[in-house]
């Protein structure tokens, strides 16, 4: 073995990659080596021959090298199986040189993992091109597994026709469900502004608020988000508004920032946007949000909830539920024909009128989905269909039922 590190073309940052070279010709290889030697950076190590055992041999030069260079017409059967051996550990960077420009083996030789494939005689300037390639793709990190498959997070968003018909009371309770229920990080954020209740709600005192956040779109990452969210002792997180009159409203750039990296984070963000209508063209209602619209039965907010749903809504299928908040079945003022009418649409929940749970939360700041009442089974039942285990449920069910 020889090794050589000088040369005048260099890698870039001065990384020093470690080459192996393989090649039982000795005229071929040494070809190649003149070649790679040529390039700075780099320290050479020249094999005169195949290692005898290829079971260790990927594990041995894939710890030891970067970059591993092959003869592939010395022994073209062992040459293939060191290759496939070596390309399985995804590590190194393979690379392999013949005298023949036979295209099929080539491509062959590709197939299994080779990344650079060079002819005899020797294009010097290609071998370089192809080290520079190896030594930036070893600088980029490789993606680690949570980095490939992150996807968005689901964003969920509960909007009122009023104020006061249950918005911060459904929005906060569904996040807390939906964090128990489906075990996945979810954030709760408080778009209720000026002065948004959500933290109240849940009992929870907090020193930061998203108005920071709100105020400086640029400054916005994953690291300003952790530091202003609060978590529930459920493991929910949550993002607060001010407990003071804010300098400015929410806009839309500030909104879409924090959309932005709360759902590279989360797997569930779910948003309290009060009756927020001015943030329209934020991406709050983009497609893929599912839009919560809270109503109640009573002639003005079905009037209300009428106008938003034609104006606003009317293109969303599944991802507008609508939500008909303190339902009562005796004095209904609409009967279920009329509702149904009047929304465009039929509703998607009911959520009955409690004033005993709604007292006991005030009283003891503890959310109403830890104690068992019909709103919390309700909630808990919308959280499930979000996190879409109810489904999974459902069919078995139907397995079941289909058996018998
Ligand atoms: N289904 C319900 N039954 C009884 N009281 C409710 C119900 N939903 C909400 N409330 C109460 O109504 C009040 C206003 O609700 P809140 O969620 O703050 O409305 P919003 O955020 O839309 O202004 C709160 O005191 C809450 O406890
Ligand atoms: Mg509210």
Known sequence: MTSSATGDKAIPDETILSVALLGPDEQRRKVVAFA?????????????????????????????YEVVIIDMDSDPDYAFALVENLCASGSTY??????????????????AGVREFF?????????????????????????????????????????GTKGGCGVTTLASNFALALAQESDSSTLLMDLGLPLGDVAINLGIVTEY?????????????SSLLSKLVAKHSSGLSVLPAPTIL???????EGVDKLLKVARDIYDYVVVDAGSRIDLMDSNLFEDSATIYLVTQVGISEMRTANRMIVKYFAQ???????????????DAVFDENQ?????????????????????????????????????????????KTAAGLLAEKSSKRGFFSFLR
């Open 316 to 330: 969303r299928g599944e991802n507008l539920q609508i939500v008909i908040n303190r339902y009562k079945t005796s």
């Open 36 to 64: 790679v030697s040529k390039i700075a950076g780099l320290k050479l190590y020249e094999f005169s021959s195949f290692p005898p055992r290829l079971e260790d041999l990927p594990r041995m030069l894939a710890h030891a």
């Open 246 to 252: 804010p300098e400015s409203q929410a806009n839309k």
């Open 119 to 159: 002819t005899l005689p020797l294009d010097e300037a290609e071998v370089s091109a192809a080290l520079m390639r190896a030594a930036s793709s070893h600088l980029e990190p490789p993606k680690t597994e949570s980095q490939q498959d992150k996807k968005t997070g689901k964003l969920f968003v509960f909007l």
């Open 209 to 221: 608020s998203i108005a920071t956040a709100l105020e400086n779109p640029n400054r916005v990452d």
């Open 94 to 111: 393979v690379m392999a040189y013949s005298a023949d420009a036979d295209m099929k083996r080539a491509v062959k030789f590709m197939r």
């Open 339 to 383: 509702i149904t009418k009047t929304l465009t649409r039929p509703s998607q929940w009911k959520i009955p009128d409690d004033y005993a749970a709604a007292r006991r939360t005030r009283e003891t700041a503890s959310p109403m989905v830890m104690t068992d009442s019909e709103i919390s089974r309700e909630i808990r039942l919308m959280a």
